[in-house]
């Protein structure tokens, strides 16, 4: 009876040890498996910690050579104004020193490249219209110069009714107020001059497709120019003088190329037919107005600007003024 008893003690004894065995077991589990997470946060935390710190370094390191970049455009800028002020004034064609490719320039640990353009080879969109309204001559030429180029003549009514200052529709295609009024998003038409060909993306019937079409033939300048027939390409060459064709052209580019044109009047002279509308307005062999295009590469960042130079009107060398500075995409 007492061994019965003993055994049965023994048997209890042993399960309240296996139970505190199993506990302390699980316990140790538990312990373990708490201590991986608190190793995988820590580790994780870590690696974000380090992740950010890097970004954050690189954001730095990029908003360092912005500025570094910004500084060598604005001295490449200044670079552009020196050769302009040396130019003669006179006369001015893709024979001079401006014209000329910058090869790439080391500068500061980066890579400048860049150009001059002449900006007057190019039609003026704010020719259009003035202070007086449409200019008819010039509405003409655009018109001749959008149907060299494949697109509708009739976009040049609404170019006119987005500079001109009065409400009155052109006809047949013209848009004023109530037309931009009913769109999504509504906006009015400027009724002042454009400041950048990008702008015309607000005209009705222009869109992205058109712009690309047109942008290397056309300008938006501050003031009323003509056409240098020096520099300006065969498509604006035949929009300014009506009835050229394209041997007409090609005898005037392969003519200018071995000796520029040196007046108005020699150039009229050249012609095939005397222009039956006098084109002093529209044409000159000189230009105020120039692009300085430039690239820089600095590390990580490549950007673009671009300077818009008007040289003064006035006969003899004088440094140009800077019209506008502007950053864009590459």
């Known amino acids: 009876m007492t061994s019965s008893r003993n055994r049965a003690h023994d048997r209890a004894q042993n399960r309240a040890q296996n139970r505190a065995h199993n506990r302390a077991q699980n316990q140790r589990g538990v312990a373990v498996v708490v201590a991986v997470l608190v190793v995988a946060l820590a580790t994780s935390t870590a690696t974000y910690i380090l992740w950010h710190q890097s970004l954050w370094v690189r954001q730095v390191e990029n908003l360092g050579a912005r500025a570094q970049a910004d500084a060598i455009a604005r001295a490449a800028a200044a670079w552009a104004a020196a050769i302009l002020a040396e130019d003669d004034p006179a006369i001015d064609h893709l024979g001079e020193a401006w014209a000329r490719r910058i090869p790439p320039v080391p500068a500061e640990r980066a890579e400048l490249t860049g150009t001059i353009a002449d900006e007057q080879a190019k039609f003026n969109v704010n020719n259009l219209a003035g202070e007086a309204g449409a200019s008819a001559q ?71 497709a058109v712009l690309a079409r047109l942008e290397p033939y056309v300008t938006a300048l501050p003031a009323e120019t003509p056409v240098n027939v020096n520099t300006a390409p065969p498509a604006v060459l035949r929009a300014i003088v009506p009835g050229l064709g394209p041997d007409d052209v090609s005898r005037i580019v392969e003519r200018r190329r071995q000796r520029p044109f040196a007046s108005r009047d020699e150039f009229v002279r050249l012609l095939p037919a005397r222009p039956t509308a006098p084109i002093d307005a529209l044409v000159d062999v000189r230009s105020r107005y120039f692009r300085a295009d430039a690239t820089v590469r600095l590390g990580r960042v490549t950007a673009g600007y671009r300077a818009l130079f008007e040289r003064p009107e006035r006969d003899g060398r004088a440094s140009p003024t800077l019209v506008a500075f502007t950053h864009v995409a590459i």
Request: no cysteine.
């Open 138 to 208: 010039h509405v003409v030429a655009f018109q001749r110069l959008l149907a060299a180029l494949g697109l509708s003549a009739a976009l040049a009514d609404a170019v006119v009714d987005w500079l001109d200052a009065d409400d009155a529709v052109t006809p047949p295609n013209g848009a004023e107020d109530p037309h931009y009024l009913a769109l999504d998003p509504p906006y009015r038409a400027a009724n002042r001059r454009v400041a950048d060909v990008a702008e015309l993306a607000r005209v009705k019937g222009f869109d992205a």
